[in-house]
């Protein structure tokens, strides 16, 4: 009978052996679905690239980890990761890390990157139109040379008053400052009543308070020259400071606005007044170096005066705007009756006539005007009334006085305003054609020296045929101008505020 092999019991050694080769087979599997749901985090953070790119930190390079999302910052982009490892291997209960997945700025970078954050709006360039660069480059140099110029003006009116030589009391000398100061107030408080008429004429408004604030400058070095003349000549050029603050203060917003392309017109004014205190601080640091060596004054304040006035003209030259004013509307009308086209917001603001300093009554039209300055009798009203039958305005011209008129009626709105002053400029460009000339007047004195009073009925014909022209031709320039760019819903031609109201 052969020998019975009797089955043996399982040694402990073998026991274990066995148990462990269980657990190592459930654990592959478990790797092996994890791995299979979120392979690339895993391979990203082992690989050799991913210290070498700086994806991940060094100390996560070795870690399970599961890539959750990622956020961009200042340029900067960081990759939220959670170990795979914690929690029920799925890393939702794993500790959260923020790796950021770019190498550091160089230092320059990071100057360059602050500076920006001071000086430029918040998604520059596209959150601004092109020409807010040249503006700003230009206002930093005006704000440099006024910045040095504020220099030699406080020190010349400190010696004049007797601060650094003594001759007055110092109870005079606060009194003599408190009331230069009272009345650059008054004056500024005087001037703000213009109101309105700085969005007629921005730009010639805002030219015309730099040239005022150089004046200022002018009569407080005069005081070195005077010194017993003090008081009076600083309370004019104070005045005249205040007034140009006046205007500058006024014209800002309608100017960062044009420049803002969204609701970014805080940004805009924040980051260009930065621009303009940055320039004048340099300005000034300059100019206190430069008094130390005791320069002249006559020969220093002219340079730099000549500086600022042409850096204040090229700042306003600079500024693009979409609405018509008198320069721009005329700029735009002339070369729509010369050429059949209306130039584009560059080219007209660049044309616009920033001398025309609304004060100035030599203007060949007169828009809005009174019914006894346009019409010489009766006649000549009852004539051309029936052709405005149908309109809220009357255009006619004055032989007496040169000067075409445009008269608003009471139901005038503003695009009635903006044909009246179309057909004005018809009705001028007609006579003037007629004359033989081509040049198109913009001042008084340039129609004087070219027209000839036509006669009487020369007139009614004249008026008649630009009744006709303008029926058709308005509408055309109008969608035109739009085309353009040019804002036709509001327009800026400063009308008299006479009007007519109609009886019978």
């Keep these: 009978m052969p020998p019975m092999k009797l089955k043996q019991s399982p040694s402990p050694q073998t026991l274990a052996t066995s148990q462990d080769a269980r657990l190592l087979a459930r654990e592959t599997l478990r790797i092996s679905a994890s791995l299979a749901s979120s392979p690339a985090p895993s391979a990203v953070a082992s690989s050799p690239e991913a210290r070498n790119l700086g994806i991940v930190d060094e100390q996560f390079v070795d870690a399970s980890l599961r890539l959750i999302c990622c956020e961009e910052i200042n340029g900067r982009r960081w990759n939220y990761v ?78 004049s008053v007797g601060v650094s030589r003594n001759r007055s009391a110092p109870g005079a000398v606060a009194i003599n400052w408190i009331l230069k100061d009272g009345a650059g ?145 005329s700029v735009a009308i002339d070369s729509f009756l010369k050429t059949g086209r209306v130039p584009s917001l560059q080219e007209g603001n660049m044309k616009e006539n920033i001398f025309s300093f609304p004060w100035l009554e030599d203007k060949p039209i007169v828009l809005g005007s009174r019914f006894k300055d346009a019409f010489q009798d009766a006649g000549s009203y009852l004539s051309i009334e029936p052709l ?31 044909k009246a002053a179309f057909h004005a400029h018809m009705l001028l460009h007609f006579i003037v054609s007629s004359n033989g000339s081509e040049s198109f007047p913009t001042k008084q004195q340039d129609y004087d020296s070219t027209h000839l009073m036509p006669s009487t009925a020369d007139l009614a014909a004249h008026i008649a045929e630009s009744c006709k022209m303008v029926s058709t031709s308005y509408g055309l320039f109008k969608s035109k101008a739009a085309e353009q760019g040019w804002t036709m819903s509001e327009s800026l031609l400063n009308p008299g505020r006479a009007r007519l109201v109609l009886t019978g």
């Design 388 to 418: 405005f039958e149908k309109e809220r305005y009357l255009v006619t011209y004055n032989p007496s006085k040169g000067k075409v008129y445009a008269l608003l009626k009471d139901q005038a709105k503003s695009d009635d305003i903006l």
């Design 185 to 329: 107030r008054v004056g500024k408080m005087l001037f703000a009543r213009q109101g309105k008429k700085f969005d007629y004429d921005l730009k010639q408004l805002r030219l015309a308070g730099d040239l005022l604030m150089e004046l200022g400058a002018g009569v407080e070095l005069a005081t070195a020259a005077v010194p017993h003349l003090f008081l009076p000549l600083a309370c004019a050029a104070n005045v005249a400071k205040n007034v140009a603050a006046v205007t500058s203060t006024s014209t800002r917003t309608p100017i960062y606005k044009a420049f803002a392309k969204g609701e970014n017109i805080g940004d805009v004014t924040a980051k260009g007044e930065c621009v303009g205190n940055i320039a004048d601080l340099l300005g000034t640091g300059l100019s206190i170096m430069i008094s130390k060596r005791n320069p002249s004054l006559v020969t220093t304040f002219a340079l730099l005066s000549c500086g600022y006035v042409l850096s204040s003209y090229q700042e306003v030259k600079s500024v693009v705007l979409h609405t018509l004013n008198r320069a721009r509307f």
């Design 82 to 159: 959670v170990d795979n490892e914690g929690g029920n291997g799925q890393g939702r209960n794993g500790s959260l890390r923020a790796v950021c997945s770019q190498t550091p700025q160089a230092p320059v970078d990071e100057l360059m990157s602050f500076i920006r954050s001071y000086v430029v709006p918040e998604g520059f360039p596209d959150s601004v139109t092109p020409s807010y660069v040249p503006y700003m480059s230009w206002r930093a140099l005006k704000h440099f040379f006024g910045g040095a110029m504020g220099v030699f003006t406080t020190q010349t009116l400190l010696n």
